[in-house]
């Protein structure tokens, strides 16, 4: 059987152990072609095929319940669903999402983009299926890079205490997420592939009957087979952990031996109560590059599949704003012992492992746990450090309380760096960087901040590393604009200070962080027909440079804002608020996301689709203000 045969996962059903190797061999060239092409999540899917084989084998996906966590080895399970024709469109405008979406099959039981999640969600799918008197399976995939998570640990305690709740935990032990695993929890399972008992008593066994007159080396595959025995009898003493949080533990499985895999999961659905499967895989598997590099290889640009290297762009780019962020942080640290920068498993997306590599004691790597970095952080300034915490847009909304409870109201010394602000493209709905405006310019003692460029995001650092309370600047994912940069030497903005980068008698555009180059954009081609703008670049939205934007707003008569992010409680609405406060009415007209989730595309195409670009906010700058007058053709 071919897999492009397969559009319901319960054609696997009596499929030998021969045959499903072969679909897993197709399933992993299709894999490696789709990322190789046009790029995305390589090295997690390649490592959960033979797992999601055995485990969709053994279920009846008509009624029973998977639950992926974070979805980044999810791919498997996409063309196995019915979508393997479709898989080369992974991650493209109107294709295949990179992560589950339930509006796009019904065998995606849970959306999820951040990690930690699954158990908590199959908890709940298991518990209404008790209360509602029916009978399906509910499994969570999880990986343990996601278990590091306080809320998945939160939910094993939870299940754990629910003996009567059938739930199947399956731990996708690869020894990474994206970066490798910090912290106890990954320490205890590396102690649990590598148990002294198991080894001790394996080892000595063998040995005993080595020395049997007459036996010596002829009984090893029975000794495999013993040493398989003696990992059983040890497996009490190495699931301690779980066993005694209320869970069946049943494990280490090797995750590509299709054979232990289906006998594990057909054991475990015996069971009445929490079921945890520890099955260990290796990130990559199947293409060596990737196994070699499991760090550079969980995710990739389009590459070349014989040699691994990435495709080279046709014309040299800029760089990239978390390496300029990451430089500027580095070179300030190593004059000040105080500052210390503060990840969540993201040292590489965020640039902090060049800081990780040249000043190991002033990094900090918590694991996927974003609420105890917030936390941390806190008690780190509390003793008078300077902690810089390093967190996506996306995944600082998980620790919100923290911002607010633990920084904010002890108005304590964080500066919060929020990465891929605003459209960060293929990853879709769960990674774009849309709320970070609204949800930290509402908090008491915040400054809230934002470049226009690479070389003004170096000033804000010295700015951010400098305030005496919290303070938080974002910036977007991808390349600067090529702007001159200095080695050291940057100083501070003043806080809550505007700059007039144009002026013109017409309209006045307002712009905040990434949208200012599009300002100037819109400006110059309002003035090929005859509207000059004013453009001024706000670099705060709190506090707002109310001193430079109210006079000219009472003046011109005619306002923009322009954000890259949600027009509801964002920049606009900080701007018409000060308006308000001082008693200026003047039309404005707010230019953002709408209230719409915004899909995986291109960056550009998205911001097309958005009407974001400059051409775009000139026509609707016409259209809003001068429509009678003047004709506006967009390029």
């Known amino acids: 059987m071919h897999i492009s045969e397969i559009t319901h996962p319960n054609q696997l059903h009596g499929l030998s152990i021969r045959q499903l190797e072969q679909i897993a061999r197709q399933i992993r060239e299709k894999h490696l072609q789709t990322v190789a092409t046009s790029g995305g999540h390589l090295g997690p899917g390649l490592g959960v095929v033979e797992l999601t084989l055995a485990l969709y084998q053994t279920l009846d996906l008509d009624h029973d319940k998977v639950v992926w ?5 999810a791919y498997p399970h996409k063309m196995l669903t019915g979508r393997y024709d479709q898989f080369h469109t992974l ?3 109107d294709g295949i999402a990179g992560y589950l979406k339930r509006c796009e099959s019904k065998f995606d039981h849970f959306g999820a983009g951040h990690a930690s999640t699954s158990i908590s969600a199959a908890l709940g799918m298991a518990l209404a299926r008790d209360l509602k008197g029916e009978s399906f399976k509910v499994a969570a995939v999880i990986g343990d890079g996601a278990l590091t998570g306080g809320m998945a640990l939160e939910a094993i305690n939870h299940a754990g205490h629910l003996p009567n709740t059938k739930l199947l935990v399956v731990l996708n032990d690869n020894e990474m997420s994206i970066s490798p695993n910090v912290g106890a929890i990954p320490r205890y399972l590396n102690k649990v592939r590598l148990s002294p008992p198991v080894q001790f008593l394996a080892d000595n066994l063998e040995e005993q009957f080595k020395n049997i007159p007459f036996v010596g080396e002829s009984l090893t595959p029975e000794m495999e087979r013993i040493k398989e025995g003696m990992k059983r009898l040890a497996v009490p003493k190495v699931g301690a952990v779980f066993e005694e949080l209320g869970f069946t533990y049943m494990g280490p499985v090797d995750g590509h031996n299709l054979g232990d895999l289906l006998s594990t999961f057909k054991a475990a659905h015996k069971h009445d109560g929490p079921v945890l499967v520890h099955v260990a895989t290796m990130k990559g598997k199947g293409y060596a590059i990737a196994e070699k590099d499991q760090v ?35 070179k300030l640290a190593e004059n000040n012992p105080k500052i210390v920068g503060i990840t969540a498993a993201m040292a590489t997306g965020t640039g902090l492992d060049k800081l990780a590599s040249k000043l190991p004691n002033q990094y900090i790597d918590v694991g996927i746990a974003e609420q105890h970095a917030v936390t941390l952080a806190a008690g780190l300034a509390c003793e008078g450090m300077r902690p810089v915490a390093a967190i996506y847009s996306t995944f600082l909304q998980r620790a919100y309380d923290q911002i ?15 990465d891929r602000a605003g459209i960060v493209g293929d990853d879709g709905p769960t990674h774009q960087g849309m709320y970070d405006i609204a ?28 305030h005496d309370g919290p303070i938080a600047m974002r910036y977007p994912r991808g390349n600067g604009y090529g702007v001159p940069l200095m080695e050291e030497g940057w100083e501070a903005i003043p806080i809550g200070k ?19 180059h599009t300002a100037m954009q819109a400006a110059e081609i309002l003035s090929e027909h005859g509207v000059e703008a004013t453009v001024v670049n706000a670099r705060f939205v709190k506090p707002l440079d109310t001193d430079l934007i109210v006079p000219l707003a009472k003046r011109i008569g005619r306002v923009v804002t322009l954000e890259e992010g949600c027009i509801m409680g964002g920049f606009g609405s900080a701007l018409t608020e000060a308006l308000m406060e001082h008693d200026v009415v003047v039309p404005v007209k707010r230019i953002g996301v709408p209230d719409q989730l915004v899909e995986h595309a291109k960056p550009d195409e998205a911001k097309s689709e958005l009407g974001l670009t400059g051409s775009q906010i000139a026509e609707r700058v016409r259209e809003a ?4 007058q003047l004709s506006v053709v967009g390029g």
């Open 69 to 73: 966590d974070v979805g980044h080895q």
């Open 91 to 93: 991650r493209q405008k």
């Open 296 to 330: 550079g290889y969980h995710a990739q640009s389009p590459f070349n599949l014989a040699t691994g290297k990435a495709i080279p762009s046709n014309k040299p780019k800029p760089p990239a704003y978390s390496k300029v962020f990451a430089h500027t942080l580095v």
């Open 404 to 418: 607010v409870h633990d920084v904010c109201i002890q108005n304590l010394p964080v500066f919060f760096c929020l």
């Open 439 to 466: 949800y930290l310019r509402c908090l008491p003692n915040i400054v809230v901040m934002a470049p226009k460029d690479e070389a003004e995001l170096q000033q804000m650092v010295v700015t951010g590393v400098n």
């Open 498 to 516: 505007g700059e007039l980068l144009r002026s013109g008698d017409d309209v006045l555009l307002v712009a905040y962080g990434s949208m200012v």
């Open 625 to 628: 203000y001068f429509s009678e």
